[in-house]
């Protein structure tokens, strides 16, 4: 069915009619402080009450209206209330939702469809698994079978990357600010530098660099002295998502691919935030032209409107597990798997990958523009509805500005735009938003964006 994007939303977007939080949310906010854990955290960045919410546009209980640019951290990827995806889980709920994996219709055609549209070599090639309904399950998932797989057990991962809060899925996530010194992790992890070329950590500028950081992880592969031994598998974001909307160049997932083959080490994709349309691509390393041996998904995988259902996709001669080796009593969600089937036809239906890649390339402009009007904006970045503006104290000692991301945050959330900040050092503007996004609501949003910059740029430099 092809729908009219516009119609998704409200059409007052944004709208802003009380003091933000207004009353009604201070009230649920203090609620939610009173009754629920301190480890909550989106609420404390904005500090709204949700009770709507349809497309690209959120109306808190005060009747503010907002636009979206975080999509629930890139879950939302159909919009809010996606009538398409609600009428397939509708019909499924009423039939049946729960049967662990027994076999079932929607279920091996969501898996057959999936497989039909895999990346690269894994087309018509490859299996998969569903497991606990996270993206971190995927990761735990994708790890132990690899290490099934090469009877290895140590694992490579990204300075920045972010793969998770459970055990494995933790030790693989590069930012320290998820970890304490006396928490244990007992997946063994070798952290190499990620392609941030911004930063670079080699102190080079690409592409003079010779792309070292890509040198370096076929050196500790190669050396035997280098301390790195019996690598189990290698895992990559192809763009790092949480670390800053981080693109490598091309040629460093290329080479990456080369590197794991020479070394017989199995690459894993993960491709949990990237995926399922986020960079204009169904998957992000179709970008770059590379096939991974293991590839993780989860996020939009429910049908882009919230509901969960992580699995992994995988090379076909590496299916190696036993009978119950990987299980979750989830695993067999079926509304979700329904609402996967129902997304990938409305993705194909309403032409919703050139979309986003039209649509992100234009924000993307646009944000170059604002970079060269700001004295706060060191680089913009970004593939499709996967975008960064990564903010600094100056733009030629790139030094971090964490508390201006908090501030600029705040003040966007205040002119009715809801967006998140990430990145190495927690200075960057992440815009993650649902990819049925319409031009006008892009606009109006990248206005308020530049307008809350410049705020906070006055503030602070006056």
């Not at 970045?381 to 000692?397: A, T």
């Amino acid at each position: 069915m092809k729908i009219d994007l516009k119609t998704l939303h409200f059409d007052n977007a944004p709208k802003i009619i009380t003091d933000v939080p207004g009353p009604k949310s201070r009230q649920i906010l203090g609620l939610q402080r009173s009754y629920e854990g301190s480890a909550v955290t989106y609420s404390r960045g904005i500090p709204v009450a949700i009770e709507e919410a349809k497309g690209a546009t959120l109306r808190d209980v005060d009747g503010n209206v907002y636009i979206d640019f975080f999509g629930g951290a890139a879950v939302v990827s159909a919009g809010h209330s996606n009538p398409y995806i609600l009428e397939a889980i509708r019909k499924q709920e009423a039939r049946l939702i729960h049967t662990l994996d027994l076999a079932t219709s929607v279920r091996e055609e969501l898996v057959r469809r999936l497989v039909s549209l895999a990346p690269g070599d894994l087309k018509d090639n490859a299996k998969v698994i569903f497991g606990g309904p996270t993206g971190s399950d995927a990761v735990e998932a994708a790890v132990k079978l690899v290490k099934y797989y090469t009877k290895r057990h140590i694992m490579i991962s990204f300075e920045g990357a972010y793969h998770g809060m459970t055990g494995t899925a933790l030790a693989l996530t590069g930012d320290t600010f998820f970890k304490e010194a006396y928490m244990p992790l007992g997946q063994p992890v070798q952290f190499v530098p990620y392609a941030y070329c911004y930063r670079c950590a080699f102190g080079l500028n690409y592409p003079g660099c010779g792309l070292a950081c890509l040198k370096y992880i076929d050196h500790i592969l190669e050396d035997p002295a280098s301390g790195v031994c019996d690598v189990a598998g290698v895992i990559v974001e192809p763009i790092q998502g949480e670390g800053g909307s981080i693109v490598p160049p091309e040629e460093f997932i290329k080479g990456l691919r080369e590197v794991a083959d020479k070394h017989s080490v199995p690459l894993i994709i993960d491709e949990v935030q990237s995926g399922l349309g986020r960079t204009g691509k169904l998957f992000a390393c179709e970008l770059y032209g590379v096939t991974p041996d293991v590839m993780t998904m989860s996020k939009a995988l429910g049908g882009g409107i919230g509901f969960p259902l992580s699995g992994i996709m995988y090379k076909k001669e590496m299916d190696v597990w036993r009978p119950g080796a990987h299980i979750g009593t989830f695993r067999g969600f079926l509304p979700a798997m329904a609402g996967g089937l129902a997304y990938l036809e409305f993705l194909e239906e309403n032409n919703i990958l050139e979309h986003v890649s039209n649509l992100g390339k234009y924000m993307l402009k646009r944000l170059g523009e604002i970079e060269d009007q700001s004295r706060l904006v060191g680089e913009v970045r970004g593939r499709g509805l996967m975008l960064g503006v990564e903010l600094v104290k100056d733009r030629r000692s790139r030094e971090p500005a964490p508390d201006l991301a908090k501030e600029l945050r705040k003040e966007c959330v205040k002119r009715g735009l809801i967006i998140e900040i990430g990145g190495h050092f927690h200075n960057v503007a992440r815009f993650l938003p649902p990819l049925v996004l319409t031009v006008d609501l892009a606009e109006k949003g990248l206005s308020i964006f530049k307008e809350a910059l410049r705020t906070v740029e006055k503030r602070y430099f006056d």
